[in-house]
């Protein structure tokens, strides 16, 4: 049996392969999420939130494995917001807010969720990491969204441009935080050659 794969169903918004901005349809989709403030590249918040993300998330896999219907855990996203949207394009991550996320498979409910993070808990010392992992529904809708090759940091152009001109030039407004979805592992790949979905909620002004 092929596993389910977000990336394969969901090609538009985890495969794109557009390096100019576009807009997309954002369905309803389910996550289990961790909300915190602060630099990710420093905080140790952020750390833990990732690491409970991902002790939770690879639980339910090998319940929903053992029970016969497989997937593939999705990548790391994030939700991101500030007080002065300025503060992304001029990268002043301290006063950075975040949802980190991993998207779930619609057949995975509340009750697969709490069994998993129970089960997570009883193999961490920071069981109040685990605690923070909730689930949350987010339905974007109409968003624009562009594939962002390079380091994170090399980000603000294109938020700019974003901002100042394709929003502007499309009588486009804000609708939601700033989607980042993560598709290269840090960790194993040269920032130049990070691969990263840019996505913004947007409206008509």
């Known amino acids: 049996m092929t596993a389910y794969d977000?990336?394969?169903?969901?090609?538009?918004?985890?495969?794109?392969?557009?390096?100019?901005?576009?807009?997309?349809?954002?369905?309803?989709?389910?996550?289990?999420?961790?909300?915190?403030?602060?630099?990710?590249?420093?905080?140790?918040?952020?750390?833990?939130?990732?690491?409970?993300?991902?002790?939770?998330?690879?639980?339910?896999?090998?319940?929903?494995?053992?029970?016969?219907?497989?997937?593939?855990?999705?990548?790391?996203?994030?939700?991101?917001?500030?007080?002065?949207?300025?503060?992304?394009?001029?990268?002043?991550?301290?006063?950075?807010?975040?949802?980190?996320?991993?998207?779930?498979?619609?057949?995975?409910g509340a009750s697969a969720i709490a069994e998993a993070k129970a089960a997570a808990r009883a193999k961490k010392k920071r069981v109040g990491d685990i605690d923070r992992v909730y689930r949350k529904t987010l339905h974007e809708g109409t968003s624009a969204q562009v594939l962002h090759v390079g380091s994170y940091d090399d980000e603000g152009p294109i938020l700019a441009e974003l901002h100042e001109k394709y929003m502007p030039g499309n009588g486009l407004e804000f609708a939601g935080p700033h989607h980042e979805i993560y598709l290269s592992d840090p960790r194993k790949t040269e920032a130049a050659r990070l691969r990263t979905v840019l996505r913004q909620p947007v409206k008509a002004a």
């Open 6 to 108: 977000l990336k394969r169903e969901y090609k538009a918004l985890y495969a794109p392969k557009n390096t100019d901005w576009a807009i997309v349809d954002a369905p309803e989709q389910r996550f289990i999420a961790v909300d915190g403030r602060g630099d990710p590249n420093t905080a140790e918040e952020y750390l833990r939130a990732v690491q409970a993300l991902y002790s939770v998330a690879y639980t339910v896999k090998f319940a929903a494995k053992r029970e016969g219907r497989d997937f593939v855990v999705g990548p790391l996203e994030g939700l991101w917001w500030a007080d002065d949207p300025e503060a992304f394009t001029s990268r002043d991550k301290d006063s950075w807010q975040w949802t980190m996320m991993i998207c779930q498979p619609e057949w995975i």
